[in-house]
């Protein structure tokens, strides 16, 4: 047999088995190019939709949790960080916040959330993984801009708004 190539069946492996392969990778590739055609998403034959479009100037917002320092002189402190909110971060957070926004009786549930995350920021506090002021409140707004040019630095926002808070430690709440 030297020079002559070998068949699978000389290595041991069955036309059956070879023909399974076969219909497999046909598959994966006829699913992948039906989904590509269709512009559909069918696990596992998917197009990637998150980079198969372009963004367009328009509105945009997003979450931001603050807090308010004990000492009521100084300015809300932004506490999205890691260290204050370990060891959650703060894009997994935001989204939660803005689901929790959209189910029935969200007001007690946000209320609820932030006071967890004031108590982590607290618990993380006294661990010395932060040396931020202890707080008196912690405040969730939503920060909107309008017609945003995807070139743009997003500095001033055009819009904060208020979500929900808590004040006082005994867990007095207002909006």
Known sequence: MRGAALGFT???ISRRRVALVHGLILAMVAGSAFCIVTDTEY?????YPMYSNIERPGPFWFLTLWGVPADGGKPEISITDDEYIMPFDWVRLNRAFARLEEMPGH???MEAALRD???RYDRLRASGRHHSPPLQGIRLYRYSWNNV?????LTQPDHRELIAEVMGR???TGQ
């Open 10 to 12: 000389e290595l041991g």
């Open 149 to 153: 040019d995807p070139s743009a630095k």
């Open 117 to 119: 995350c004031w108590a």
């Open 107 to 109: 007001q007690e549930k």
């Open 170 to 172: 005994d867990g007095h």
């Open 43 to 47: 696990w596992p034959f998917s197009q």
